[in-house]
């Protein structure tokens, strides 16, 4: 198994008041676990990784590279695949905040991604947030890069047997994500292995600039758009085997500006659940604020979980569920003479880390009770202030 580890000195790095000229790109054989958790994580900056995913059985694979120019492998996706229904979001429909959404028999998509030359309707459709990986446990078309294996919310889900938050992405050109912010305000990273994106990437607050007079932020942007706004912004164009890490907080846009396949996962860990956790007391505090004409029903907190959960996509149940199981898992483990805690793709944590993970968990707790943000949940207030007990009572081993 491979470990990743951090250096003793877990100090939380400040983020860098003033954004670089552009985003760095960094050869993968040029870039430790530790160097990308002190320069990349903590601070929140965003990075291109380059060479990341040459021996993936889908780079080799699902990608035609015998002919000029490469093509995806049709014929061998049907071979190795099912024709099961797939998410796909129709690029020239918009609902809402998002394009609208549909399901396709897997091959019908394959088919019309290389049969159909009406361009219009071929650029039309995106094989999208589709589980790929945990449809098909068995199938090891990629490994977690080891940079991003630190991974509390893909960990639990995976070893919950829940839905995760893996995904496979399979646009023609001229497909596109509109404007937004990952889930959670969680990172995210997604490793190109065919084609080409174009990014526009907007550090937190650069987006308040778009806001309307409805204070609502835009469907889409452009380049011309953003200038005109004022915004600092950053464009990448990312090609094939090059990973991009979205930070907390970074709104973007991401457009095929040719035929495109990506691996994404969003995903958050040590170094930004306090991120998480105060997205999500925001979003409560909206949802009260909505409905506070309502007060005075019965099960009012009850049924604000109710709606934060179908609006933020988790609710503080959750939060803490996840929380309390890394947790759980790591101080398993302190006291045993090989401290290593397995992640998902056979990674393990090595001692430091793993002290990293326990004391910004101890933190996090500690904070939440001494603040009173759980003292409308009583039970939750328990199992928080139970697990807080633990870690003390293990402070030794820290």
């Known amino acids: 198994m491979e470990k990743i580890e951090i250096s003793s000195d877990t100090t939380v790095a400040a983020t860098p008041s003033v954004l670089p000229a552009k985003i760095e790109r960094v050869q993968l054989s040029h870039l430790s676990y530790d160097q990308f958790f002190r320069n990349f994580m903590q601070p929140n900056r965003a990075v291109v990784v380059e060479g990341i995913a040459n021996d993936w059985e889908c780079f080799r694979r699902w990608i035609d590279r015998s002919v000029v120019p490469p093509k995806l492998n049709v014929p061998y996706l049907k071979q190795k695949l099912a024709n099961v229904p797939v998410p796909v979001a129709d690029c020239g429909r918009q609902h809402y ?90 990172y995210s990273w997604s490793v190109n292995i ?50 991009i890490f979205v930070p907390t907080g970074w709104y973007h846009q991401v457009t095929n500006v040719e035929d495109a396949i990506s691996v994404n996962h969003n995903w958050f860990n040590g170094c930004n659940v306090a991120t998480i956790w105060s997205n999500l007391r925001g979003a409560l505090a909206d949802v009260r604020r909505e409905i506070d004409d309502c007060r005075d029903m019965d099960n009012f907190d009850e049924h604000c979980q109710v709606m934060l959960k179908a609006s933020f996509g988790m609710d503080y149940a959750d939060f803490l569920a996840i929380v309390l199981y890394v947790c759980d898992k790591r101080l398993a483990s302190l006291g045993k ?57 293990t402070s030794r081993a820290l």
Request: charged residues 25%; negative net charge; aromatic residues 14%.
């Open 337 to 393: 003479d090989v401290g290593q805690v397995k992640q998902i793709d056979g990674y393990v944590l090595g001692k430091q880390h793993i002290r990293f993970d326990v004391v910004t968990i101890r933190d996090l707790l500690h904070e939440t009770i001494e603040k009173g943000f759980l003292d409308d949940y009583p039970d939750l207030r328990k199992a928080a202030a139970s697990c807080l007990n633990k870690i003390l009572s």
């Open 194 to 243: 065919f084609g080409r994106k174009r990014w526009y990437l907007l550090s937190p607050g650069e987006e308040q600039k778009l806001l309307n007079s409805l204070h609502n932020l835009p469907f889409s942007v452009t380049e011309q758009t953003l200038r005109d706004a004022g915004v600092t912004f950053f464009t990448i164009e990312q090609g094939a085997g090059e990973a």
């Open 97 to 186: 905040n998002s394009h609208e959404k549909l399901e396709l028999p897997l091959y019908d998509f394959l088919q019309s991604w290389e049969n159909d030359d009406t361009e219009s309707n071929r650029n039309r459709y995106y094989l999208k947030d589709w589980h790929l990986r945990s449809e098909c446990p068995g199938y090891e078309f990629y490994r977690t890069p080891s940079l991003f294996a630190s991974d509390w919310l893909n960990e639990y889900l995976v070893e919950q047997a829940a839905d995760d938050y893996r995904f496979v992405y399979i646009g023609p050109k001229g497909t596109w994500t509109a404007f937004h912010a990952d889930v959670f305000g969680s």
